[in-house]
């Protein structure tokens, strides 16, 4: 069982920056592949980013590269998205979600096994 707990998000203006924690439970962490994905109003859940098990490979959805950062630090069980230059359309609720069957990046909601409650980001305009 892995238990993921998002933090870090809240209200921030445009251009601004917010810093996304994601702090996970169990032995598996280091091995799994993690991500990002974001659910605005009425919209599907949406990819935003991915890291592989040693932070050595990454992906990033077209609306985000360039401007957001993903990292992990495995001896803190924790993965992180460094969001700058913030737009008003980046607005969601964001999740981190665990993929135990892979240490590779993954782009695929269905290729995680396990999510976190979900964090609050907001970009006034």
């Known amino acids: 069982q892995v238990q993921l707990v998002e933090s870090g998000g809240g209200l921030v203006q445009a251009g601004g920056s917010l810093r996304l924690s994601c702090a996970a439970s169990?032995?598996?962490?280091?091995?799994?592949?993690m991500g990002w994905f974001r659910q605005a109003p009425g919209k599907e859940r949406e990819f935003v980013s991915t890291?592989?098990?040693?932070?050595?490979?990454?992906v990033y959805a077209d609306s985000v590269k360039g401007r957001f950062t993903i990292s992990r630090d495995n001896a803190k069980n924790t993965v992180y998205l460094q969001m700058n230059s913030l737009k008003p359309e980046d607005t969601a609720v964001y999740y981190c979600?665990?993929?135990?069957?892979?240490?590779?990046?993954?782009?695929?909601?269905?290729?995680?096994?396990?999510w976190g409650q979900g964090t609050q980001v907001t970009v006034s305009s």
């Open positions: 979600a665990a993929s135990l069957r892979s240490p590779k990046p993954r782009t695929q909601r269905g290729d995680y096994d396990y």
């Open positions: 169990g032995r598996t962490f280091s091995s799994s592949a």
């Open positions: 890291i592989n098990w040693n932070g050595g490979n990454t």
